[in-house]
């Protein structure tokens, strides 16, 4: 199986969905047995802008990831810019591994990565919910396990909020963040009131706006701003992620 060519040849047939996905069934059913050689460029594609989604769509069709690509694929979801996007990786990992996996270590990034992760992370947080969401429905229960991540994740999103001024950080966490404190523990309603206060004075028009969706005042008229791609150089730096996965 040749990847490289294999992806020229799916990139050119884009405009045309049969021929496309036709490519990405035939590579799926390799992806599993892949040879060293290829297991090196699926991870590399992952860091490129155009491959990652053709790599993305072969897991998605094969249901399956490899193990060597869980690192790869959940670095590329947390470094997507586009907070849509992202759910192209998040899907086939939370297929192939579980949901509460992927859900513990993308919320460890928004408490221990850098700002871009942090900001990357909460958006790829978002389609753990749409994916944990789904699951409940098709087995008829919620999982308790995963409702009490989301009080932890609440109470993370509300801190990190108050404690950290970036700007995508603070956009993409009151994009999602829960800000009901009718059934709320009095500190998580403190914490809300301190979200609250910072946005209403917030010179961001986004992050002012958004309170109000947030808080059922308002209807969503603005998309959550793409975040501008991290420096290459930045990108290089040995980061949390890379000191967790060694």
Known sequence: MNLERMYGEWAALRGSPVQAHAIIADAATQVMSVSDDQMRWLMVSLSDDKRKFFTAAILTA????????YQPMLRAAI?????????????PLTKAFTVRQVYQHLLEFVQNGNDFEKAGAVNALHWIGERKTASEK?????????MSLDEVKRKVYL???ISNANLDVRRSIITYVDLDAFTAAPTIKELIDKVVKL???HPDEY????????LGRANSAYSLPARQPIDAT?????????????
């Open 138 to 146: 098709e087995n008829s229960k919620p999982d308790m396990s995963l």
């Open 234 to 246: 930045e990108s290089t730096k040995r980061s949390w992620w890379q000191q967790l996965w060694k």
């Open 199 to 201: 946005c209403r004075q």
């Open 79 to 91: 470094y997507e810019t586009s907070p849509l996007r992202a759910q192209a990786f998040v899907e």
């Open 207 to 214: 992050i002012k706006h958004r309170v109000e969706v947030q």
């Open 159 to 161: 801190n990190t909020f």
């Open 62 to 69: 094969a249901a399956a990831v490899p193990e060597k690509l």
